[in-house]
Structures are given as C-alpha cells and as structure tokens.
C-alpha cells in the first residue's frame, strides 16, 4: 500500500503504543483520511482499521486525535497479528476501556487505581491479570443471578472464569455449570450480558435451532444487534 499525499495540510505523528512505535498520518483538513505506518514501512488506511468516522469526525486536534485513536489501533494490531493479549505492556483494556498501566516505586495502577504492590514487573502483572479476573467474576455472577430471577430458572449455574481464546463461555448441562472465557474482561459490560443470557439458554435449549433463538431474543430483544456492532477483536 502506498503512502497518500495530500495537497493540504499533511502531519506524521510518531506515536509511541506500548513498546511499539507507530507513524500516524492524518490531513487536518480531512481527519478521517489516516494512514498508519508500521516499524516494517507497511501501510494501512483509515479503512483498513475499519475506524467509527463518527468519533473522529470533525477532529482536527493532533492529542485528540491521538487519544481516539488508541483504542482503534489497539483493537486493530490485535487483530492482524492475530495474537490474542491483555496488555501491550502499558496497556490493559478492561470492559471496553483502554487503561494505563503503571508501576510506581513498587505499587501497581490501572490509571488511578491502586491494584496493590509488587516488588518486580512481572509479578506487578501477574496481579493486574487476578485483579481482572475478580472484576470480571464479580460482575457475571451478580449480572448471571438477576438474569436468572428474569428467567424463573429454580437454580443458578455456577460459574467458572477460564482463560480459554476459542470461546466466551459454555454450558455443562449435567454439571449445571458454566465456564466463562478470562477474554470477556475486554468487552464491554453489554456484550458481557449478551454471553450471559446466551449460556444461560443453553439451560433448556441444548441446540442453537429455532426454539434457542427464540427463547435468547425473548430474553435479549437487542442480542444480534449487540453482536453485529460491537468490535469485539479482542480474541
């Protein structure tokens, strides 16, 4: 792919993303035209990282754009080096939210959250990752019993978090149980729900036939909806 040249203003922007550097170019004048260069010269356009026009639209600041771009490129070099991560060493995206990650004289911060203290880098991320874990259990388990009551189902499933990449959750039937991927940390809180209420269908529709659709867009009037537009590449 080659580079664009625009007759109007023309700015490259080094952009430092967690250890990687990047070289942004944008138009002022049409901020949506971006290209994004890689250490390796490969080019990829503003359509290439399928970017929401609506969120860029009209921004012409460098920080801003910088800003409304990270979690873009974050979702798009995940996605073409089809390497599933929770963090670029600096970065953790928790429910939807790109957070930095900082260690400080031995204690661990997602932006100004204090997770706890360390005394090296790694086990500082070792914790992040536990830390997440509790948050994204936390949530299902209070989310999945309100969903149950919905549902008049006479026992809730109990749950399991699971750092499984080639699904978001399962259903045991004999078991009663369920196992939800650790991935679903980096979605946000509404895809979350649209899992949840999936497995849970699961508890008296085995099958993904009519009668499973039916009973899940009973429940989830907006499941395909969700699913369609999220930009869930976070896998």
Same mark, same amino acid.
């Not at 388990?141 to 008049?152: A, E, H, N």
């Not at 978001?168 to 078991?175: A, D, E, H, I, V």
């Not at 979350?192 to 508890?203: A, G, Q, S, Y």
């Not at 085995?206 to 909806?225: G, I, M, S, V």
């Given at each position: 792919?080659?580079?664009?040249?625009?007759?109007?203003? =023309?700015?490259?922007?080094?952009?430092?993303?967690?250890?990687?550097?990047?070289?942004?170019?944008?138009?002022?004048?049409?901020?949506?035209?971006?290209?994004?260069?890689?250490?390796?010269? !490969?080019?990829?356009?503003?359509?290439? #990282?399928?970017?929401?026009?609506?969120?860029?639209? /009209?921004?012409?600041?460098?920080? *801003?754009?910088?800003?409304?771009?990270?979690?873009?490129?974050?979702?798009?070099?995940? /996605?073409?080096? /089809? *390497?599933?991560?929770?963090?670029?060493?600096?970065?953790?995206?928790?429910?939807?939210?790109?957070?930095?990650?900082?260690?400080?004289?031995?204690?661990?911060?997602?932006?100004?959250?204090?997770?706890?203290k360390?005394s090296? #880098?790694?086990?500082?991320?070792?914790?992040?990752? %536990?830390? #997440?874990?509790?948050?994204l259990?936390?949530?299902? &388990?209070?989310?999945?019993?309100?969903? =149950?009551?919905?549902?008049?189902?006479t026992?809730?499933?109990?749950?399991?978090?699971?750092?499984?990449?080639?699904?978001?959750?399962?259903?045991?039937?004999? /078991? !009663?149980?369920?196992?939800?991927?650790?991935?679903?940390? *980096?979605?946000? %809180?509404?895809f979350?729900?649209?899992?949840?209420?999936?497995? #849970? &269908?699961?508890? &008296?529709c085995?099958?993904?036939?009519? *009668?499973?659709?039916?009973?899940?867009?009973?429940?989830?009037?907006?499941?395909?909806?969700i %699913?369609?537009?999220?930009?869930?590449?976070?896998?």
């Open positions: 792919m080659t580079e664009y040249n625009y007759k109007n203003k =023309v700015f490259n922007i080094e952009y430092e993303f967690g250890c990687s550097q990047f070289k942004i170019i944008f138009n002022d004048w049409r901020p949506t035209d971006i290209i994004i260069q890689l250490p390796s010269n !490969k080019y990829y356009s503003s359509s290439d #990282l399928d970017l929401n026009s609506s969120s860029l639209k /009209k921004t012409v600041n460098r920080s *801003k754009l910088e800003f409304n771009l990270e979690l873009e490129l974050l979702r798009f070099f995940t /996605k073409i080096s /089809k *390497k599933a991560f929770f963090s670029d060493n600096d970065k953790y995206v928790v429910f939807g939210n790109v957070m930095t990650f900082n260690y400080i004289e031995g204690f661990i911060y997602l932006d100004q959250i204090k997770i706890g360390s090296t #880098l790694k086990n500082a991320h070792i914790l992040v990752k %536990k830390y #997440l874990q509790k948050q259990e936390n949530y299902i &388990t209070l989310t999945q019993k309100k969903f =149950v009551q919905i549902m008049g189902y026992f809730n499933p109990t749950i399991e978090i699971v750092q499984f990449k080639s699904f978001w959750g399962r259903y045991f039937t004999l /078991k !009663k149980h369920i196992q939800y991927s650790l991935e679903l940390v *980096k979605q946000t %809180k509404e979350i729900d649209i899992i949840i209420w999936h497995e #849970l &269908t699961h508890v &008296t085995t099958k993904h036939d009519a *009668k499973f659709y039916n009973t899940l867009l009973k429940y989830c009037p907006r499941y395909k909806q %699913k369609s537009n999220s930009s869930t590449i976070y896998i």
